[in-house]
């Protein structure tokens, strides 16, 4: 009886304590490396912590640092740097990985700033181990794609696809 109520303990405790189960939401499709304007998400209260990032604008930290100033919603944006890796950035089969992010700014300095995460394979996705940026206005960048325009729509209401949703109507009833 009590090896089966240790072995119930420690799989509760090794559930809680797996950063795939105990994430917070990132949901803010403004993060995204397409987007260019400064709406000035700033990062430096955000709480230490392990966080899953669900917009539809994509959940991946850019590998590629992100050019033009203002991106990703903020004027340093913070991006997953290839610097001191081989092979892949993200980690699979469960594995955590440690990396170092940077923050662009500007003028062109890709990495004036460095934070380091740590990120781990979820299976189907992944979580991010985040730190507060340093200073305002800096932010995580995550995703590529942005909300479909006024008037358009597509299957994830973001890029690519989007087309004039009227007109998808009519089409699908020309089909029927």
């Known amino acids: 009886m ?3 109520f240790l072995f119930f303990c420690f799989i509760t ?18 993060r995204s490396v397409a987007n260019g304007d400064s709406s000035q998400i700033c990062d430096n209260v955000l709480e230490e912590g392990w966080y ?15 050019y033009g100033g203002f991106r990703c919603g903020t004027t340093t ?3 997953l740097s290839s610097s001191e890796v081989t092979g892949s950035l993200y980690p699979d089969n469960s ?16 990495c004036e700033k460095t934070i380091d995460i740590r ?8 979580v991010y181990y985040l730190k507060p940026t340093t200073g305002c206005y800096s932010a995580y960048c995550f995703g590529n794609q942005l909300p ?3 008037g358009l729509t597509s299957s994830t ?15 699908n009833t020309q089909e029927n």
């Open 2 to 4: 009590i090896c089966i």
């Open 77 to 79: 944006p913070f991006w």
């Open 52 to 66: 899953r990032v669900v917009s539809g604008s994509g959940e991946l930290m850019p590998t590629v640092c992100p």
């Open 95 to 110: 594995s955590t990985v440690n990396r170092t992010t940077c923050g662009a700014n500007y003028y062109g300095d890709c």
């Open 157 to 171: 209401g973001f890029t690519p696809g989007c087309t004039n949703s009227s007109c998808a109507r009519i089409e």
């Open 119 to 126: 990120i781990k394979d979820c299976g189907c996705y992944y």
């Open 13 to 30: 405790v090794t559930t809680l304590e797996d950063p795939c189960f105990t994430t917070k939401l990132i949901d803010d499709w403004r």
């Open 148 to 150: 479909c325009p006024d």
